[in-house]
């Protein structure tokens, strides 16, 4: 059987099965040997109801005594409970509306349980699961073999159940699989791995935790291998494959653009200049990422790089993810650079068709040095005479894709400068964007007002707000952040359109007032946008887009309603729209905190104004989940490896990747595995 089948060849996987699976995205044989088990039960050993201990978790054998069902809820849910007993005591067992299971509960059969323990409401003495993990009717005609070791427990659904899932796999390790190994044999002996059926088939059926130990260790291992293999390919490819740009040494521009400037540059802007001018001089595509905090001064740089390449007679190219981020960058850039004679273009999808004509007219005669725009600029229309620099702000917000398309625009292979003010960490950055070179700002400039951070309970509310309003008369102006657009039946959230008709009919009465969410027109939007930049709004309601690309310097107070609905990552980029004046700025997070991570993490917040440690905390609390693709739009999520808990692994696998792109041969075997395992962002790197 190859990996590839389809899977309603597998034994013991009918047609209402495979449609079944197939909305869990699993079509071949490869993903169901790939679905791996979210937790494991040690249920070698059982515990005897008589020796339960309240709040430990536990596997109970016995036999169903008793089947109750019973209405209850203000729904009127089916509720059914069993009993179990072992002889030494009773076990109660409850559902709530699963009735399929109503006709399985049969008085009499043998079964295992096993969650954690606790007293039973009204059982006078009895036990019952208050959590129950899993759940298993024996056959009648004997046990399952797994029962003698550790149990997988998979991701299941009412129609696929832990019995379907364990039957069928175990099933498909009978067959003749055409498993092979991924990862080179030097590379599996160098770092200890087992072979790629053996990790397989102990990940789902491991015989102790040190054999599932030993699974998950290869799994990850090869997981971040191939990764790091496909991204420094596609590195070399950009770097040896083509030719690039070779910028002069001499910057008389750029000189009088920073002799402009209103400030000095900071040691870290001086530093990533430095390296980003190195790299523009090169005779090799540039490929560099600048990562900084929100307010570092990321722009400034991506400006005297841009001037450079005009300086030498080429165009540049800036993108931006929104409207509002675009037109700041066009107004901030017009006023800077258009003096000394430099042309600055404008191109969004809100220009008219005649406009946006005009404009490809321009640019393909250069007579524009330097575009601003948004998804616009990759338009088929667009085409640049001499494309010498592609910049792209907020990274995370395009794809690799996208970024290619733009790259293209240009007869020869212009130098890329990709920024984020996503705070990424440190030690990760390397696995998000191992395919540029780094560079980091952490100084904010000088004169950046410190931001107060508080944490307040919703009762505080009218305290807060009289406090907001006292500073709107002093002349600040303020946001008011919500998780949510409008009403939501599922939802008892207050949203933004309801907390804005209750501030500007209430307290705010006396104060222009404006609201700003994803679901308005994009000139709407954008008006409300101009009219808070003019000051001519004091109070801006809105939802999280906000997020990126709103500098409004007299903006000093921001209060986020429902605070623990947001990462942590996400309101630092929130509060980083305050503070950006020479006020004193404060941040209030409203919270009803219920929950012990919330409150853990919106205590983080309040100390912390560090971006990059509350990008770590945030995945130390939150859990990786799919970080890839999150953070590098077009790169795969993760099955088995944790980017903070399998750190280790991640570097070996990256000095191992590198030992295979320097070597022809490894390099050969390895791209038809990238192009069959991760198709469309790994399928295009060729060798040379």
């Given at each position: 059987?190859?990996?590839?089948?389809?899977?309603?060849?597998?034994?013991?996987?009918?047609?209402?099965?495979?449609?079944?699976?197939?909305?869990?995205?699993?079509?071949?044989?490869?993903?169901?040997?790939?679905?791996?088990?979210?937790?494991?039960?040690?249920?070698?050993?059982?515990?005897?109801?008589?020796?339960?201990?309240?709040?430990?978790?536990?596997?109970?054998?016995?036999?169903?005594?008793?089947?109750?069902?019973?209405?209850?809820?203000?729904?009127?849910?089916?509720?059914?409970?069993?009993?179990?007993?072992?002889?030494?005591?009773?076990?109660?067992?409850?559902?709530?509306?699963?009735?399929?299971?109503?006709?399985?509960?049969?008085?009499?059969?043998?079964?295992?349980?096993?969650?954690?323990?606790?007293?039973?409401?009204?059982?006078?003495?009895?036990?019952?699961?208050?959590?129950?993990?899993?759940?298993?009717?024996?056959?009648?005609?004997?046990?399952?073999?797994?029962?003698?070791?550790?149990?997988?427990?998979?991701?299941?659904?009412?129609?696929?159940?832990?019995?379907?899932?364990?039957?069928?796999?175990?099933?498909?390790?009978?067959?003749?699989?055409?498993?092979?190994?991924?990862?080179?044999?030097?590379?599996?002996?160098?770092?200890?791995?087992?072979?790629?059926?053996?990790?397989?088939?102990?990940?789902?059926?491991?015989?102790?935790?040190?054999?599932?130990?030993?699974?998950?260790?290869?799994?990850?291992?090869?997981?971040?291998?191939?990764?790091?293999?496909?991204?420094?390919?596609?590195?070399?490819?950009?770097?040896?494959?083509?030719?690039?740009?070779?910028?002069?040494?001499?910057?008389?521009?750029?000189?009088?653009?920073?002799?402009?400037?209103?400030?000095?540059?900071?040691?870290?802007?001086?530093?990533?200049?430095?390296e980003i001018q190195r790299d523009m001089e090169s005779p090799l595509p540039m490929r560099r990422l600048v990562q900084g905090d929100?307010?570092?001064?990321?722009?400034?740089?991506?400006?005297?790089?841009?001037?450079?390449?005009?300086?030498?007679?080429?165009?540049?190219?800036l993108m931006a993810p929104t409207e509002i981020l675009a037109s700041q960058h066009y107004e901030g850039f017009l006023r800077q650079?258009?003096?000394?004679?430099?042309?600055?273009?404008?191109?969004?999808?809100?220009?008219?068709?005649?406009?946006?004509?005009?404009?490809?007219?321009?640019?393909?005669?250069?007579?524009?040095?330097?575009?601003?725009?948004?998804?616009?600029?990759?338009?088929?229309?667009?085409?640049?005479?001499?494309?010498?620099?592609?910049?792209?702000?907020?990274?995370?917000?395009?794809?690799?894709?996208?970024?290619?398309?733009?790259?293209?625009?240009?007869?020869?292979?212009?130098?890329?400068?990709?920024?984020?003010?996503?705070?990424?960490?440190?030690t990760m950055t390397l696995t998000v964007y191992g395919d540029l070179d780094v560079s980091l700002i952490q100084q904010l400039p000088?004169?950046?007002?410190?931001?107060?951070?508080?944490?307040?309970?919703?009762?505080?509310?009218?305290?807060?707000?009289?406090?907001?309003?006292?500073?709107?008369?002093?002349?600040?102006?303020?946001?008011?952040?919500?998780?949510?657009?409008?009403?939501?039946?599922?939802?008892?959230?207050?949203?933004?359109?309801?907390?804005?008709?209750?501030?500007?009919?209430?307290?705010?009465?006396?104060?222009?007032?404006?609201?700003?969410?994803?679901?308005?027109?994009?000139?709407?939007?954008?008006?409300?946008?101009?009219?808070?930049?003019?000051?001519?709004?004091?109070?801006?309601?809105?939802?999280?887009?906000?997020?990126?690309?709103?500098?409004?310097?007299?903006?000093?107070?921001?209060?986020?309603?429902?605070?623990?609905?947001?990462?942590?990552?996400?309101?630092?980029?929130?509060?980083?729209?305050?503070?950006?004046?020479?006020?004193?700025?404060?941040?209030?997070?409203?919270?009803?905190?219920?929950?012990?991570?919330?409150?853990?993490?919106?205590?983080?917040?309040?100390?912390?104004?560090?971006?990059?440690?509350?990008?770590?905390?945030?995945?130390?609390?939150?859990?990786?989940?799919?970080?890839?693709?999150?953070?590098?739009?077009?790169?795969?999520?993760?099955?088995?490896?944790?980017?903070?808990?399998?750190?280790?692994?991640?570097?070996?696998?990256?000095?191992?990747?590198?030992?295979?792109?320097?070597?022809?041969?490894?390099?050969?075997?390895?791209?038809?595995?990238?192009?069959?395992?991760?198709?469309?962002?790994?399928?295009?790197?060729?060798?040379?």
């Amino acid at each position: 059987m190859q990996l590839t089948d389809s899977i309603q060849y597998v034994k013991g996987v009918g047609p209402k099965k495979t449609a079944e699976l197939k909305r869990l995205g699993l079509h071949t044989v490869y993903d169901l040997l790939t679905y791996f088990p979210r937790t494991y039960e040690d249920q070698s050993v059982l515990t005897k109801i008589a020796d339960l201990q309240a709040g430990e978790t536990a596997t109970v054998g016995g036999t169903i005594t008793n089947v109750s069902e019973r209405q209850g809820g203000r729904r009127g849910m089916t509720i059914l409970t069993a009993l179990i007993g072992d002889g030494t005591g009773i076990l109660q067992v409850t559902w709530f509306n699963q009735k399929y299971l109503k006709n399985k509960l049969k008085v009499g059969r043998k079964v295992f349980a096993t969650g954690k323990a606790a007293y039973a409401y009204g059982g006078r003495g009895q036990f019952a699961m208050s959590q129950l993990h899993s759940f298993e009717i024996l056959d009648e005609e004997a046990e399952p073999a797994s029962r003698t070791g550790i149990v997988p427990v998979y991701p299941a659904t009412e129609k696929l159940n832990q019995k379907f899932f364990r039957k069928v796999i175990v099933g498909l390790f009978e067959e003749e699989l055409a498993i092979h190994d991924l990862i080179p044999q030097r590379v599996m002996r160098a770092y200890g791995l087992l072979t790629r059926q053996q990790a397989l088939q102990d990940m789902h059926f491991p015989a102790d935790f040190t054999a599932l130990q030993a699974a998950r260790k290869h799994l990850a291992f090869e997981e971040l291998y191939l990764i790091q293999c496909g991204l420094l390919l596609l590195k070399r490819q950009a770097r040896e494959n083509s030719k690039g740009i070779r910028h002069l040494l001499s910057s008389e521009l750029v000189a009088k653009v920073r002799g402009a400037l209103p400030f000095r540059l900071t040691d870290d802007q001086a530093r990533t200049w430095q390296e980003i001018q190195r790299d523009m001089e090169s005779p090799l595509p540039m490929r560099r990422l600048v990562q900084g905090d929100v307010g570092s001064g990321k722009t400034v740089i991506a400006m005297l790089a841009l001037v450079k390449t005009v300086e030498n007679g080429y165009q540049g190219a800036l993108m931006a993810p929104t409207e509002i981020l675009a037109s700041q960058h066009y107004e901030g850039f017009l006023r800077q650079l258009e003096p000394l004679g430099i042309r600055i273009g404008f191109l969004s999808g809100r220009l008219t068709k005649k406009k946006r004509e005009e404009m490809y007219a321009r640019i393909v005669a250069q007579e524009v040095d330097i575009v601003i725009g948004t998804h616009a600029l990759i338009q088929e229309g667009v085409s640049f005479a001499k494309l010498g620099l592609v910049v792209t702000d907020e990274q995370h917000r395009f794809g690799i894709a996208q970024r290619a398309e733009l790259e293209k625009k240009g007869h020869l292979l212009p130098d890329v400068l990709v920024m984020t003010a996503t705070p990424i960490p440190r030690t990760m950055t390397l696995t998000v964007y191992g395919d540029l070179d780094v560079s980091l700002i952490q100084q904010l400039p000088p004169g950046r007002q410190p931001i107060r951070t508080f944490v307040r309970k919703p009762d505080r509310r009218e305290l807060i707000y009289d406090y907001v309003h006292q500073q709107l008369a002093a002349g600040r102006q303020a946001y008011v952040v919500c998780p949510l657009i409008e009403m939501n039946e599922e939802s008892d959230l207050p949203s933004a359109e309801e907390v804005y008709d209750e501030l500007r009919y209430g307290i705010f009465r006396d104060m222009p007032c404006g609201l700003v969410h994803g679901k308005m027109k994009a000139a709407d939007k954008e008006q409300v946008m101009q009219d808070f930049y003019e000051d001519k709004i004091k109070l801006l309601v809105s939802t999280t887009v906000i997020e990126v690309g709103v500098n409004v310097p007299n903006a000093s107070i921001m209060v986020v309603e429902h605070a623990e609905r947001f990462g942590l990552a996400q309101l630092h980029q929130l509060r980083g729209r305050i503070g950006r004046g020479q006020y004193k700025s404060y941040c209030i997070l409203v919270s009803e905190m219920k929950t012990e991570n919330a409150r853990e993490r919106l205590k983080i917040m309040a100390e912390t104004s560090d971006g990059f440690k509350l990008a770590e905390e945030d995945l130390r609390l939150r859990g990786p989940g799919q970080f890839f693709g999150s953070m590098q739009h077009g790169l795969p999520d993760l099955k088995v490896a944790d980017v903070l808990g399998d750190m280790d692994i991640l570097l070996k696998a990256r000095q191992a990747a590198q030992e295979t792109v320097a070597s022809r041969e490894e390099r050969q075997d390895i791209l038809p595995i990238l192009a069959l395992q991760y198709k469309e962002q790994f399928e295009n790197i060729t060798d040379i």
